[in-house]
Protein backbone atom coordinates (compact mmCIF):
# COMPACT_ATOMS: atom_id res chain seq x y z
CA UNK A 1 0.00 0.00 0.00
CA UNK A 2 1.21 3.68 -1.00
CA UNK A 3 0.77 5.33 2.61
CA UNK A 4 2.30 8.77 1.41
CA UNK A 5 2.57 10.14 -2.43
CA UNK A 6 5.52 12.53 -2.36
CA UNK A 7 4.40 13.58 -5.87
CA UNK A 8 1.16 14.42 -4.88
CA UNK A 9 -0.97 16.75 -6.23
CA UNK A 10 -0.12 20.71 -4.97
CA UNK A 11 -3.82 21.64 -5.85
CA UNK A 12 -4.73 19.17 -2.69
CA UNK A 13 -4.87 21.48 0.96
CA UNK A 14 -2.67 20.24 3.77
CA UNK A 15 -5.85 19.58 5.73
CA UNK A 16 -6.70 17.13 3.03
CA UNK A 17 -3.80 15.28 2.43
CA UNK A 18 -3.83 14.50 6.80
CA UNK A 19 -7.51 13.56 6.39
CA UNK A 20 -6.37 11.34 3.17
CA UNK A 21 -3.14 9.98 5.05
CA UNK A 22 -4.93 8.96 8.26
CA UNK A 23 -8.07 7.34 5.95
CA UNK A 24 -5.29 5.26 4.24
CA UNK A 25 -3.79 4.57 7.83
CA UNK A 26 -6.85 3.50 9.66
CA UNK A 27 -6.81 0.01 8.48
CA UNK A 28 -3.12 -0.39 6.96
CA UNK A 29 -1.18 -3.61 8.92
CA UNK A 30 0.56 -2.39 11.83
CA UNK A 31 4.39 -2.43 10.01
CA UNK A 32 3.05 -0.24 7.71
CA UNK A 33 1.98 2.32 10.85
CA UNK A 34 4.88 1.89 12.55
CA UNK A 35 7.33 2.87 9.14
CA UNK A 36 4.93 5.81 8.97
CA UNK A 37 6.16 7.11 12.29
CA UNK A 38 9.22 6.00 12.09
CA UNK A 39 9.73 8.20 8.33
CA UNK A 40 7.67 11.16 9.20
CA UNK A 41 6.90 11.30 13.08
CA UNK A 42 10.51 9.61 14.64
CA UNK A 43 12.51 13.18 14.97
CA UNK A 44 9.78 15.04 15.84
CA UNK A 45 9.09 12.53 18.39
CA UNK A 46 12.87 12.55 19.79
CA UNK A 47 13.74 16.34 20.08
CA UNK A 48 10.22 17.07 21.63
CA UNK A 49 10.96 13.66 24.54
CA UNK A 50 14.47 15.63 24.47
CA UNK A 51 12.58 19.35 25.27
CA UNK A 52 10.43 17.57 27.71
CA UNK A 53 13.41 15.88 30.00
CA UNK A 54 15.61 18.64 29.82
CA UNK A 55 12.54 21.12 31.14
CA UNK A 56 11.68 18.43 33.97
CA UNK A 57 15.37 18.98 34.90
CA UNK A 58 15.36 21.91 35.13
CA UNK A 59 12.70 22.60 36.92
CA UNK A 60 13.32 19.52 39.16
CA UNK A 61 16.82 21.48 39.76
CA UNK A 62 15.45 24.88 40.88
CA UNK A 63 12.83 23.76 43.47
CA UNK A 64 15.31 21.01 45.09
CA UNK A 65 18.51 23.58 44.84
CA UNK A 66 19.01 25.44 48.37
CA UNK A 67 16.30 28.06 48.65
CA UNK A 68 18.21 30.97 49.83
CA UNK A 69 21.86 31.50 50.81
CA UNK A 70 22.54 31.94 54.51
CA UNK A 71 26.09 32.69 54.57
CA UNK A 72 28.48 34.24 52.14
CA UNK A 73 32.01 35.83 52.17
CA UNK A 74 34.84 36.96 49.85
CA UNK A 75 38.07 36.25 50.87
CA UNK A 76 40.16 39.01 48.79
CA UNK A 77 43.96 38.45 48.06
CA UNK A 78 44.25 36.08 50.49
CA UNK A 79 47.50 32.93 50.60
CA UNK A 80 44.75 29.99 51.61
CA UNK A 81 43.93 27.60 49.14
CA UNK A 82 40.82 27.62 48.09
CA UNK A 83 39.83 24.65 47.04
CA UNK A 84 39.95 24.05 51.20
CA UNK A 85 36.17 23.91 52.58
CA UNK A 86 37.25 23.07 56.32
CA UNK A 87 36.34 26.77 57.11
CA UNK A 88 32.97 27.02 55.91
CA UNK A 89 32.66 23.13 56.77
CA UNK A 90 33.18 24.04 60.19
CA UNK A 91 31.09 27.30 60.24
CA UNK A 92 28.14 25.08 58.85
CA UNK A 93 28.18 22.45 61.69
CA UNK A 94 28.76 25.32 63.90
CA UNK A 95 25.53 26.69 62.95
CA UNK A 96 23.60 23.88 62.30
CA UNK A 97 23.03 25.25 58.43
CA UNK A 98 20.60 22.48 56.87
CA UNK A 99 22.40 22.72 53.35
CA UNK A 100 19.60 20.95 52.09
CA UNK A 101 17.51 24.07 52.12
CA UNK A 102 20.26 26.33 52.47
CA UNK A 103 23.55 27.57 50.60
CA UNK A 104 26.89 28.51 52.57
CA UNK A 105 30.21 29.52 51.06
CA UNK A 106 33.56 31.31 51.43
CA UNK A 107 35.13 32.17 47.93
CA UNK A 108 38.63 32.77 48.48
CA UNK A 109 39.18 33.09 44.97
CA UNK A 110 38.67 36.75 45.15
CA UNK A 111 41.89 39.30 43.77
CA UNK A 112 42.10 42.70 43.61
CA UNK A 113 44.93 44.95 42.79
CA UNK A 114 44.18 48.26 41.72
CA UNK A 115 47.57 49.03 40.47
CA UNK A 116 46.92 47.85 37.28
CA UNK A 117 44.03 46.46 34.74
CA UNK A 118 44.35 42.84 35.88
CA UNK A 119 41.72 41.08 34.35
CA UNK A 120 40.74 38.81 37.49
CA UNK A 121 40.81 42.26 39.20
CA UNK A 122 37.90 43.20 36.70
CA UNK A 123 36.03 39.59 37.23
CA UNK A 124 36.33 40.35 40.53
CA UNK A 125 35.23 43.23 41.09
CA UNK A 126 32.11 42.53 38.41
CA UNK A 127 30.81 39.52 41.09
CA UNK A 128 31.54 41.23 43.85
CA UNK A 129 28.99 44.19 42.66
CA UNK A 130 26.43 40.96 41.27
CA UNK A 131 26.41 39.08 44.95
CA UNK A 132 26.61 42.52 47.03
CA UNK A 133 22.97 43.93 44.55
CA UNK A 134 21.19 40.77 45.82
CA UNK A 135 21.61 41.01 49.36
CA UNK A 136 23.56 37.58 49.36
CA UNK A 137 27.34 39.25 50.62
CA UNK A 138 27.56 39.25 54.07
CA UNK A 139 31.22 38.85 54.83
CA UNK A 140 34.47 40.81 52.83
CA UNK A 141 37.66 39.97 54.34
CA UNK A 142 41.24 41.97 52.49
CA UNK A 143 43.83 43.96 53.10
CA UNK A 144 43.28 47.89 53.47
CA UNK A 145 43.52 48.77 49.66
CA UNK A 146 39.85 46.05 50.00
CA UNK A 147 38.08 47.58 52.51
CA UNK A 148 38.88 51.14 51.09
CA UNK A 149 37.56 50.48 47.63
CA UNK A 150 34.53 49.19 48.99
CA UNK A 151 34.45 51.38 51.77
CA UNK A 152 34.20 54.07 49.18
CA UNK A 153 31.54 52.28 46.95
CA UNK A 154 29.50 52.47 50.26
CA UNK A 155 29.27 48.95 50.35
CA UNK A 156 30.46 48.41 54.18
CA UNK A 157 28.70 48.69 57.60
CA UNK A 158 29.88 51.22 60.17
CA UNK A 159 30.92 48.17 62.19
CA UNK A 160 30.57 49.38 65.03
CA UNK A 161 26.56 50.23 64.68
CA UNK A 162 25.71 46.00 64.13
CA UNK A 163 28.52 44.29 66.58
CA UNK A 164 27.18 43.25 69.80
CA UNK A 165 28.61 45.04 73.11
CA UNK A 166 30.84 42.16 73.90
CA UNK A 167 32.29 41.86 70.28
CA UNK A 168 32.57 45.70 70.26
CA UNK A 169 34.73 45.53 73.27
CA UNK A 170 36.81 42.88 71.95
CA UNK A 171 38.06 44.68 68.87
CA UNK A 172 37.74 48.23 70.09
CA UNK A 173 41.40 48.85 69.58
CA UNK A 174 41.52 46.83 66.44
CA UNK A 175 38.70 48.52 63.87
CA UNK A 176 39.74 49.77 60.62
CA UNK A 177 38.95 52.87 59.38
CA UNK A 178 38.39 53.88 55.99
CA UNK A 179 36.92 57.26 53.72
CA UNK A 180 33.34 56.54 52.84
CA UNK A 181 31.07 57.73 50.02
CA UNK A 182 31.75 60.85 48.27
CA UNK A 183 32.23 62.60 51.30
CA UNK A 184 35.38 60.73 51.95
CA UNK A 185 34.17 61.08 56.10
CA UNK A 186 36.62 58.60 57.85
CA UNK A 187 34.39 55.18 59.51
CA UNK A 188 35.18 52.30 61.48
CA UNK A 189 34.26 49.66 58.45
CA UNK A 190 35.93 46.83 59.86
CA UNK A 191 38.05 45.14 62.24
CA UNK A 192 41.53 43.64 62.05
CA UNK A 193 41.13 39.62 62.28
CA UNK A 194 44.98 39.13 62.06
CA UNK A 195 45.45 36.75 65.31
CA UNK A 196 41.98 35.25 64.25
CA UNK A 197 42.69 30.90 65.02
CA UNK A 198 40.59 29.47 62.25
CA UNK A 199 42.22 32.10 59.53
CA UNK A 200 45.48 31.61 60.16
CA UNK A 201 45.01 27.75 61.16
CA UNK A 202 43.92 27.01 56.91
CA UNK A 203 46.72 29.95 56.29
CA UNK A 204 44.33 32.53 54.71
CA UNK A 205 46.67 35.07 55.71
CA UNK A 206 49.57 34.30 55.95
CA UNK A 207 51.83 37.79 56.72
CA UNK A 208 49.72 39.52 56.12
CA UNK A 209 46.98 41.60 58.11
CA UNK A 210 43.34 40.49 57.15
CA UNK A 211 40.37 43.11 58.09
CA UNK A 212 36.97 41.72 58.29
CA UNK A 213 33.60 43.75 57.57
CA UNK A 214 30.04 43.41 57.19
CA UNK A 215 28.53 44.20 53.74
CA UNK A 216 25.88 46.75 54.47
CA UNK A 217 22.78 45.15 52.64
CA UNK A 218 23.65 41.69 54.12
CA UNK A 219 20.51 39.52 54.29
CA UNK A 220 21.82 37.87 57.11
CA UNK A 221 23.78 39.86 59.10
CA UNK A 222 23.35 37.20 62.80
CA UNK A 223 25.35 34.84 60.73
CA UNK A 224 27.93 37.36 59.67
CA UNK A 225 28.46 38.49 63.33
CA UNK A 226 28.42 34.30 64.52
CA UNK A 227 31.12 34.41 60.89
CA UNK A 228 33.32 36.25 63.53
CA UNK A 229 32.84 34.89 66.70
CA UNK A 230 33.55 31.60 64.92
CA UNK A 231 37.12 32.46 63.46
CA UNK A 232 37.59 33.09 67.24
CA UNK A 233 37.60 29.95 68.66
CA UNK A 234 40.45 27.74 69.39
Known sequence: MEVYNKNRDTNNSMHDEIREQNAKLKDAPFREKLDYFRD???KTTIVAVVVIVFVAYLAYTMLTAPSDTAFAAFFFNDTGDSSNTELIDGFIEYMNIDTG???AYIDATMNLDLSGAEY????SL???MAVISTGELDVITGDTATMDYFAKGECLHDITTVLPDDL???FEDRLYYA???ETGELVPVGVYVTDAPKLNQYYYYVDREPILGFVINSN???NAIAFLRYIYIE
Open 40 to 42: YYL
Open 101 to 103: EHD
Open 120 to 123: DAYM
Open 126 to 128: EKS
Open 168 to 170: LAQ
Open 179 to 181: KYG
Open 220 to 222: SMN
